[in-house]
């Protein structure tokens, strides 16, 4: 099943089912306004939002409408939870060599986490808005939706608990996190608002791809038009949803509506620094990655953040290419234009 927001209807949207295609989609006010409260009550609006679902796919849907990705906002406009995990070991052994620091051992058992901006998510069509002196740059990621998750529940059971997944684009502000970093007490203006998916699918629509908690399947990013990346999201990823989820649980209970992330997807290739597209590899998810590897091969970065102008485009495709939860395309704009 795959469902979207569209920009009406106040700050949390409406809600529409759309058609696995992408093509038409459909209100339903009679059985939730809002996403938000399709994930309060679950156990009764899922089948209801299915049997529509079913009706747009065989062309039996009474109230359907075309479908405009340029329309939606994020699926969720703002969210109880929105914790950022960073499951790839790939992109902190990357980033950690450039700088010659060893990986704690503690870094391949217990997941990195933040928390992040969750009171306002900009669109999947939106402008960035940042100044190109902040070091702007796009983290393309998968992302899943809970329902209600108590206090301690372990990963097997966590994972039953997925409800919805979606791409990000988790914006980073490079130039403004060491001197958060520094202060010991994590990000928050260097990760501004993060951009997802105009559509949400639920785990069995990915078929096959979708298992032991993972998505095994490529996550493709363009900058400005030219591949950027490609990378598998199902290898390399040191720990799944189910684990991600259960991390967060592990002091306090999560509310249906809570986003967690996995962080940049990033495959190891062979080697931290051999996936350039242009070496033949996979590429990359965020341009952080790209000027690491340049600084271990050339002592110094050469690719430059993004820039007033650049669009970045986040996509994924089932295996018979069809676009399966629309792109993410974000232009940067710089404040005041």
């Not at 059971?157 to 202060?183: F, G, Q, T, Y």
């Not at 699918?201 to 791809?209: C, I, M, N, R, S």
Request: glycine share 10%; proline share 6%.
């Amino acid at each position: 099943m795959k469902l979207a927001t569209l920009k009406q209807g106040g700050r949390d949207g409406t809600l529409v089912v759309v058609n696995r295609d992408l093509s038409l989609c459909q209100p339903v006010p009679d059985i939730a306004p809002t996403l938000q409260a399709a994930l309060d009550d679950w156990a009764v609006a899922e089948p209801e939002l299915r049997v529509v679902y079913e009706a747009l796919n065989s062309g039996h849907a009474r109230h359907a409408r075309p479908f405009d990705q340029a329309d939606c906002h994020s699926p969720l406009p703002r969210a109880y939870q929105w914790a950022d995990g960073s499951a790839y070991i790939n992109h902190v052994e990357l980033v950690r060599k450039a700088r010659n620091a060893e990986m704690p051992p503690s870094f391949y058992t217990d997941p990195l986490m933040y928390q992040g901006g969750s009171d306002s998510f900009i669109g999947p069509r939106d402008d960035v808005v940042a100044e190109e002196a902040w070091g702007i740059d796009f983290e393309a990621e998968l992302t899943v939706v809970t329902g209600d998750v108590a206090m301690g529940t372990v990963p097997a059971e966590a994972a039953k608990h997925i409800r919805l997944l979606m791409l990000v684009n988790d914006v980073s502000l490079r130039n403004l996190i060491p001197n958060e970093l520094a202060k010991g007490f994590g990000f928050f203006q260097s990760k501004p608002a993060s951009a997802f998916s105009p559509v949400a699918v639920t785990p069995d629509e990915l078929g096959d791809a979708w298992r032991d908690a993972r998505v095994h399947l490529p996550l493709v990013v363009h900058l400005n038009g030219r591949l950027f990346g490609k990378p598998e999201a199902g290898q390399d990823m040191t720990f799944d949803f189910g684990q991600l989820v259960a991390h967060v649980a592990m002091t306090r209970e999560l509310e249906a509506g809570s986003i967690v992330g996995s962080g940049t997807v990033s495959n190891k290739q062979g080697g931290l620094w051999g996936s350039s597209i242009e070496h033949g590899g996979v590429g990359y998810c965020c341009l952080a990655e790209l000027r690491t590897y340049e600084t271990i091969e050339q002592g110094k970065p050469s690719t430059p953040f993004m820039r007033a102008g650049d669009v970045v485009r986040v996509e994924m495709f089932d295996r018979d290419g069809h676009s399966i939860f629309g792109a993410i395309e974000n232009r940067v704009v710089t404040p005041g234009d």
